[in-house]
Protein backbone atom coordinates (compact mmCIF):
# COMPACT_ATOMS: atom_id res chain seq x y z
CA UNK A 1 0.00 0.00 0.00
CA UNK A 2 1.55 3.23 -0.98
CA UNK A 3 0.62 6.80 1.11
CA UNK A 4 1.18 9.78 -1.00
CA UNK A 5 1.32 13.14 0.73
CA UNK A 6 1.45 16.55 -2.27
CA UNK A 7 2.35 19.85 -0.94
CA UNK A 8 3.29 23.57 -1.97
CA UNK A 9 -0.21 24.75 -3.25
CA UNK A 10 -0.99 27.91 -2.62
CA UNK A 11 -2.00 31.50 -4.07
CA UNK A 12 -0.22 32.90 -6.77
CA UNK A 13 -0.57 35.56 -9.44
CA UNK A 14 -0.84 34.91 -13.23
CA UNK A 15 2.56 34.84 -14.36
CA UNK A 16 3.79 33.29 -11.20
CA UNK A 17 5.30 29.98 -10.24
CA UNK A 18 4.76 26.91 -7.50
CA UNK A 19 6.63 23.92 -6.83
CA UNK A 20 4.69 20.79 -5.45
CA UNK A 21 6.05 18.24 -3.46
CA UNK A 22 4.60 14.72 -3.39
CA UNK A 23 6.37 12.44 -1.24
CA UNK A 24 5.07 8.12 -0.98
CA UNK A 25 5.27 5.46 1.60
CA UNK A 26 4.79 2.21 1.85
CA UNK A 27 6.14 0.73 -1.04
CA UNK A 28 8.93 0.64 -3.77
CA UNK A 29 8.90 4.05 -4.97
CA UNK A 30 11.21 3.85 -7.80
CA UNK A 31 8.60 0.62 -9.11
CA UNK A 32 5.91 3.14 -10.41
CA UNK A 33 4.72 5.75 -12.84
CA UNK A 34 4.24 8.91 -11.11
CA UNK A 35 1.90 11.12 -12.45
CA UNK A 36 -0.10 14.25 -11.65
CA UNK A 37 -3.45 15.36 -12.29
CA UNK A 38 -6.21 18.00 -11.34
CA UNK A 39 -9.52 18.92 -10.84
CA UNK A 40 -11.39 22.39 -11.16
CA UNK A 41 -15.16 22.84 -9.35
CA UNK A 42 -17.06 21.57 -11.46
CA UNK A 43 -15.01 19.35 -13.62
CA UNK A 44 -14.03 15.99 -13.70
CA UNK A 45 -10.02 15.14 -12.89
CA UNK A 46 -7.59 15.88 -16.08
CA UNK A 47 -4.42 14.71 -16.53
CA UNK A 48 -1.20 17.18 -16.12
CA UNK A 49 2.06 15.06 -16.54
CA UNK A 50 3.50 11.50 -16.12
CA UNK A 51 6.79 10.30 -15.19
CA UNK A 52 8.38 7.00 -15.77
CA UNK A 53 10.41 4.98 -13.20
CA UNK A 54 13.81 6.52 -13.36
CA UNK A 55 12.42 9.78 -14.59
CA UNK A 56 14.20 10.16 -18.49
CA UNK A 57 10.38 9.71 -19.87
CA UNK A 58 7.92 12.32 -19.65
CA UNK A 59 4.31 12.66 -21.28
CA UNK A 60 2.41 16.07 -21.01
CA UNK A 61 -0.87 17.28 -21.47
CA UNK A 62 -1.01 20.42 -24.50
CA UNK A 63 -2.49 22.75 -21.80
CA UNK A 64 0.62 23.00 -20.05
CA UNK A 65 3.63 21.58 -22.23
CA UNK A 66 6.55 24.43 -22.00
CA UNK A 67 4.96 25.69 -18.38
CA UNK A 68 5.28 22.70 -16.08
CA UNK A 69 8.20 20.01 -15.66
CA UNK A 70 7.43 17.11 -14.24
CA UNK A 71 10.98 15.36 -12.16
CA UNK A 72 11.29 12.83 -9.69
CA UNK A 73 13.64 11.88 -7.17
CA UNK A 74 13.67 8.31 -6.25
CA UNK A 75 16.11 8.83 -3.19
CA UNK A 76 13.43 10.79 -1.44
CA UNK A 77 10.21 8.99 -2.53
CA UNK A 78 9.29 12.49 -3.99
CA UNK A 79 7.69 13.35 -7.42
CA UNK A 80 7.79 17.13 -8.33
CA UNK A 81 5.38 19.48 -10.67
CA UNK A 82 7.38 23.10 -11.64
CA UNK A 83 4.45 25.15 -12.49
CA UNK A 84 5.64 27.98 -14.15
CA UNK A 85 3.58 30.88 -16.05
CA UNK A 86 0.46 29.81 -14.22
CA UNK A 87 -2.75 31.27 -15.20
CA UNK A 88 -6.07 31.43 -13.82
CA UNK A 89 -7.54 28.26 -15.88
CA UNK A 90 -4.64 26.25 -13.87
CA UNK A 91 -6.87 27.05 -10.65
CA UNK A 92 -7.80 23.60 -9.28
CA UNK A 93 -6.75 20.99 -6.45
CA UNK A 94 -3.73 18.83 -7.88
CA UNK A 95 -3.01 15.59 -7.12
CA UNK A 96 -0.34 13.31 -7.45
CA UNK A 97 -0.56 9.52 -8.35
CA UNK A 98 0.86 6.15 -8.27
CA UNK A 99 0.92 3.59 -11.61
CA UNK A 100 1.71 0.30 -11.99
CA UNK A 101 0.98 0.85 -15.33
CA UNK A 102 3.94 1.87 -17.94
CA UNK A 103 3.65 3.82 -20.98
CA UNK A 104 1.71 6.56 -22.06
CA UNK A 105 -0.04 6.51 -18.09
CA UNK A 106 -3.21 9.07 -18.71
CA UNK A 107 -6.08 8.02 -17.73
CA UNK A 108 -7.08 8.22 -13.63
CA UNK A 109 -8.00 4.74 -13.82
CA UNK A 110 -4.66 3.49 -14.95
CA UNK A 111 -3.32 4.84 -11.07
CA UNK A 112 -3.81 2.80 -8.13
CA UNK A 113 -2.76 5.15 -5.16
CA UNK A 114 -3.74 9.07 -5.03
CA UNK A 115 -2.92 11.51 -2.48
CA UNK A 116 -5.38 13.81 -1.07
CA UNK A 117 -4.54 16.66 -3.27
CA UNK A 118 -3.78 20.05 -2.81
CA UNK A 119 -5.41 23.33 -3.65
CA UNK A 120 -3.66 25.83 -6.31
CA UNK A 121 -5.27 29.14 -6.89
CA UNK A 122 -4.00 31.61 -9.80
CA UNK A 123 -5.09 35.13 -9.54
CA UNK A 124 -5.76 37.15 -12.45
Known amino acids: QVQLVESGGGLVQAGGSLRLSCVAS????????MGWFRQAPGKEREFVTT????????HYADSVKGRFTISRDNAKNTVYLQMNSLKPEDTAVYYC?????????????????WGQGTQVTVSS
Open 97 to 113: AASRSYGTVVRPDEYSY
Open 26 to 33: GGTFSRYY
Open 51 to 58: INWSGGIT
